[in-house]
T-cell receptor, first 115, second 111 residues
Framework: GAVVSQHPSWVICKSGTSVKIECRSL??????MFWYRQFPKQSLMLMAT?????????EQGVEKDKFLINHASLTLSTLTVTSAHPEDSSFYIC???????????FGPGTRLTVL | EDQVTQSPEALRLQEGESSSLNCSYT??????LFWYRQDPGKGPEFLFT???AGEEKEKERLKATLTKKESFLHITAPKPEDSATYLC????????????FGKGITLSVRP
């Protein structure tokens, strides 16, 4: 139980293009989803928290207009990196939390490379 | 300021050599402490949640314990497949359920 998937697992794009990453909870309803980014040999940095049907809450320093988050259903959240630049290259990981309990279950991550 | 510190940064063990990983925390009010395992290029895998001092949880060769200031992840007779980065995270009472992560401990187990 508590499986979270992400798609795609990796993506390479040109500078200036937009990239969408999907995060799905496969066997439970995720009332809250989280988006993190992780740089090599560093820990996870929370970008934003989203509740189903509500606007996402962004962490300080994260550009809302650059990282668009949509949590349209209890099983799907998307992160769109708009006008991506090489400095946006990173490992993006989502997590999901259900109605009961505090545990966040993580997806396998998406490696974004912007050329 | 809420802080989570993990030590050591890296640990190399011989197969079968038991050891402990430390996670110390300074928070305004602890709701829960979480341990995750992360393999290279993958997302973290949930291991344990601890809520109150004195609580212990076990899973195979791993046992997690919690005091008012720190948590330990004990690894008994580790195997090479236990090699990974172990992350500790805390959830603060009254917060919006977000986790604050430590930097992780990279464990290598030699056969």
């Amino acid at each position: 139980g508590a499986v979270v998937s992400q798609h795609p697992s990796w993506v390479i794009c040109k500078s200036g293009t937009s990239v969408k990453i999907e995060c799905r909870s496969l066997d439970f309803q995720a009332t809250t989803m989280f988006w993190y980014r992780q740089f090599p040999k560093q820990s996870l940095m929370l970008m934003a928290t989203s509740n189903e049907g509500s606007k996402a809450t962004y962490e300080q320093g994260v550009e809302k207009d650059k990282f668009l988050i949509n949590h349209a259903s209890l099983t799907l959240s998307t992160l769109t990196v708009t006008s991506a630049h090489p400095e946006d290259s990173s490992f993006y990981i989502c997590s999901a939390r259900g109605r009961l309990g505090d545990t966040q279950y993580f997806g396998p991550g998406t490696r974004l490379t912007v050329l | 300021e809420d802080q989570v510190t993990q030590s050591p940064e890296a640990l190399r063990l011989q197969e079968g050599e038991s050891s402990s990983l430390n996670c110390s925390y300074t928070v305004s009010g602890l709701r829960g402490l979480f341990w995750y395992r992360q393999d290279p290029g993958k997302g973290p895998e949930f291991l344990f949640t601890l809520y109150s001092a004195g609580e212990e949880k076990e899973k195979e060769r791993l046992k997690a314990t919690l005091t008012k200031k720190e948590s330990f992840l004990h690894i008994t007779a580790p195997k090479p497949e236990d090699s990974a980065t172990y992350l500790c995270a805390v959830q603060i009472s009254g917060a919006n359920s977000k986790l604050t992560f430590g930097k992780g401990i990279t464990l290598s187990v030699r056969p």
